[in-house]
């Protein structure tokens, strides 16, 4: 027995030492280097799915020799990973591809890493599916044993919530693309800065100072023509859009789950925080400093030459750059979203969750952690074509969506990157830039800067000091956003009773703010909402939180 054991125990030290491990397959020995990039020689096969490979990019593969079987990015994964991905799936558009999805499930035939789309509710739908069918494997083994520390440390910024609709029975089923959700939605005050010149006034810091700015827009002609034709601030509120950063400014969080003090979910709409909002939002445009057609194309009061504000995403301004291209006075400035409620220092908005589509690895693969190899291996390349052209060229401009996969830098990376950009527009140099996205964006710039091409004085307003980007990576953090916690398929009873329940809120929240209603009418909505079935709904979600945590 003692030597059996010393003979099992020589074993178990002499592969703990080795270098590579190995494995057969086919009778072929494979040889596996350890680690998240470990290499398997000789290579081994794995098959993917590609969504789509649309004409612009068959024609830039074309060009440079290469093919949709064979791409930039499955030679260099093979040269670096050993890894031979075959692409099965040759459709020419996303409806084929889910038809081909949803015929492969039927007859329990996937590749061995299988792209679900992009969307939380298809992603679940065919997760589901997926998983009911015993085709695919949980992977929290995979991430655990093999996703490398940026892998890693990507998943623990994004959020637990990333796994949540490709999550069941308490296994995880997929792996998410992480993205920067907070960068998404709306996050930035735009703000024309001609009309804060002409009027002496300073940038707007808290809801007093908002309120002063919107009224000296909307009665003291910044514009100069005489004529009193502007107003403070665009905004919309539809069934389907809604001013996320005012509300949230306001501490108001609209058709949102948040978490309680107590750890249970409740609705945004109906809490008190909305009533208060509402009242001050009802107020401004009883004043008049709110564009009147709150049911029109959100932009358009900005876009007309008559309102001065509107909150947006990083890039809005360029929705109404027909404005400034051709009028020299018109300036904008971007602007840090501000806490509007007393005592509350900083601003939390709602962002999107930090997952765009998700990725799968089927029962039958021989070797699963390569799914997670790809993802370390996506992850590498990134930061690497930061420094190295030629790999930028060569990866992520016209094949960029070629990737098996993909996913994000961290946030951090992102904000260093950019100190870089900031410095070369500031010298005029660059010689600074080594990333050719970042020498677009220079270009860019001084076709404005240099040459006072006004084509481009949105691109300005983005990418040098000061701009929308500047202050998104330097002056948010993590804290400064929120998420909606359900995350996930709709419930039995939002099925039958959301577009009532939204159509009873949009309705409400309307009339209270063009001063159709008073805002006692909000106490009324709570009582309905909560009968016409959010009770229930509220339960039903409650439920499937308690299971996600555990």
């Not at 499930?105 to 679940?124: K, R, T």
């Not at 100072?209 to 000296?216: D, G, K, P, Q, R």
């Not at 306001?250 to 009533?275: R, T």
């Not at 400093?289 to 900005?302: C, H, K, N, Q, W």
Request: charged share 20%.
């Amino acid at each position: 027995m003692k030597k059996t054991f010393s003979v099992i125990l020589a074993a178990i030290m002499l592969l703990s030492a080795a270098f590579a491990l190995s494995s057969c397959a086919g009778g072929e020995k494979i040889t596996v280097e350890p680690g998240p990039f470990g290499k398997y020689t000789p290579s081994v096969k794995i098959s993917y799915s590609l969504p789509f490979v649309g004409g612009f990019e068959s024609s830039a593969l074309d060009k440079i020799g290469y093919s949709v079987e064979f791409t930039p990015w499955t030679e260099k994964i093979e040269q670096d990973l050993g890894i031979r991905l075959v692409n099965e799936w040759a459709v020419t558009d996303n409806s084929a591809y889910m038809q081909k999805l949803t015929s492969s499930i039927a007859i329990s035939d996937i590749p061995d890493v299988l792209n679900l789309l992009s969307g939380e509710d298809i992603a679940y739908s065919y997760a589901k599916s997926l998983y009911e069918n015993d085709l695919v494997r949980e992977i929290s083994d995979l991430i655990e044993n093999y996703a490398s520390d940026e892998l890693k440390e990507s998943i623990e910024v994004a959020g637990e919530e990333i796994f949540y609709p490709v999550t069941f029975a308490g296994g995880k089923y997929a792996m998410p693309q992480i993205t920067d959700g907070t960068a998404s939605y709306d996050n930035i005050w735009w703000l024309r800065k001609d009309w804060l010149d002409n009027l002496n006034l300073d940038v707007p810091t808290d809801w007093d100072s908002f309120a002063a700015v919107l009224t000296a827009f909307s009665n003291q002609d910044p514009d100069g023509n005489g004529a009193k034709d502007t107003y403070g601030l665009s905004m919309a509120v539809t069934s389907e859009h809604y001013d996320r950063v005012l509300f949230n400014s306001l501490g108001a969080y609209p058709y949102m789950w948040l978490e309680d003090e107590n750890g249970d979910l409740v609705y945004g709409s109906i809490q008190p925080e909305m009533k208060s909002a509402l009242e001050k939002i009802a107020s401004l445009y009883a004043s008049g400093v709110i564009y009147p057609d709150l049911t029109a194309t959100r932009y358009l009061g900005i876009s007309q030459n008559q309102s001065g504000m509107i909150s947006g995403t990083l890039n809005f301004v360029k929705a109404f750059d027909s404005l400034y291209r051709g009028n020299t006075s018109v300036e904008f400035v971007p602007v840090k979203a501000f806490s509007m409620v007393n005592g509350v220092d900083e601003a939390v908005l709602q962002g999107a969750h930090n997952a765009y589509r998700y990725w799968t690895v089927s029962k039958d693969c021989e070797y699963p952690e390569t799914m997670v190899k790809l993802f370390n291996h996506y992850i590498a390349t990134a930061k690497a074509a930061d420094s190295d052209n030629e790999l930028y060229n060569s990866l992520f401009t016209d094949i960029g969506g070629l990737a098996p996969v993909i996913t994000s830098h961290l946030k951090a990376d992102a904000e260093n990157a950019y100190e870089v950009l900031y410095d070369a527009i500031e010298s005029q140099d660059d010689s600074l830039l080594e990333k050719a996205s970042h020498k677009n964006m220079y270009n860019s710039v001084m076709k404005y800067l240099a040459d006072g091409d006004r084509a481009y004085y949105g691109d300005y307003l983005l990418y040098a000091r000061d701009g929308s980007y500047d202050i998104f990576f330097s002056d948010y953090s993590y804290e400064n956003f929120t998420v909606n916690k359900y995350n996930y398929s709709k419930t039995a009873t939002m099925v039958e009773r959301e577009l009532d329940l939204n159509s009873l809120q949009y309705s409400t929240f309307y009339r209270i703010i063009t001063g159709e209603a008073t805002i006692d009418e909000f106490d009324i909505f709570v009582t309905e909402w909560k009968n016409q079935g959010g009770d229930t709904i509220t339960a039903e979600v409650n439920a499937w939180y308690d299971s996600m945590k555990g």
